[in-house]
């Protein structure tokens, strides 16, 4: 199992660029989770999904960020325009679901917006 | 609302020193409860879980148990090295699929 795998590592853009984060979750893994951690706020989470649809993207803080589930091995977190405070490290995480379950997060993708 | 809250750091600790990092939550029913682990530029990565009362976690030589009773998951390992340097989340489980985080805790050991 190669786990949750998140592209690219490392994302250098300028100001007013779009950018689109990749995700693919671990096969069989029905719940996937977007976060995004800064020193100043720590880990915070973005959207979920379950089964592919949206649940809950209360976490999300402006309308400049989408994130789509079109099949249940590939997910995107997409920001237009980006601005230099979306500067983060942004994770993927996957879940089987169920209250014994925790979640296999990816290795991230540090966002750097110039 | 679930609510975990953890100690703030960061703990500085001597190497072969004992470790504790003290979580309490609030939560209604019965929730999972997890002890995670990044490493500095990783993702987090699952350090132990318990998922009911007065289970044990252990994994790595570090160990959790589950305390209804005092609503607490503190954090424990009898000797530690350098090599566990790293911040530290507690985070709990209830009957949705949202895990809540606690803030995390830096731990930074010394030779």
């Known amino acids: 199992d190669a786990g949750v795998i998140q592209s690219p590592r490392h994302e250098v853009t300028e100001m007013g660029q779009e950018v689109t984060l990749r995700c693919k979750p671990i096969?069989?893994?029905?719940?996937l989770f977007w976060y995004r951690q800064t020193m100043m706020r720590g880990l915070e989470l973005l959207i979920y999904?379950?089964?592919?649809?949206?649940?809950?993207d209360s976490g999300m803080p402006e309308d400049r960020f989408s994130a789509k589930m079109p099949n249940a091995s590939f997910s995107t977190l997409k920001i237009q325009p980006s601005e230099p405070r979306d500067s983060a490290v942004y994770f993927c995480?996957?879940?089987?679901?169920?209250?014994?379950?925790?979640?296999?997060f990816g290795s991230g993708t540090r966002l750097t917006v110039v | 609302g679930n609510s975990v809250t953890q100690m703030e750091g960061p703990v500085t600790l001597s190497e072969e020193a004992f470790l504790t990092i003290n979580c309490t939550y609030t939560?209604?029913?019965?929730?999972?409860l997890f002890w995670y682990v990044q490493y500095p530029g990783e993702g987090l990565q699952l350090l132990l879980k318990?998922?009911?009362?007065?289970d044990k976690g252990s994994n790595k030589g570090f160990e959790a148990t589950y305390r209804k009773e005092t609503t607490s998951f503190h954090l424990e390992k009898g000797s530690v090295q350098v090599s566990d340097s790293a911040v530290y989340f507690c985070?709990?489980?209830?009957?949705?699929?949202?895990?809540?985080f606690g803030t995390g805790t830096r731990l930074q050991v010394f030779p």
């Open positions: 995480a996957s879940s089987s679901g169920g209250v014994v379950s925790g979640y296999t």
């Open positions: 096969s069989g893994h029905n719940s």
């Open positions: 999904f379950n089964n592919n649809v949206p649940i809950d």
């Open positions: 939560a209604t029913g019965y929730p999972s």
């Open positions: 318990a998922t009911k009362a007065d």
């Open positions: 985070a709990l489980r209830g009957n949705t699929d949202k895990l809540i």
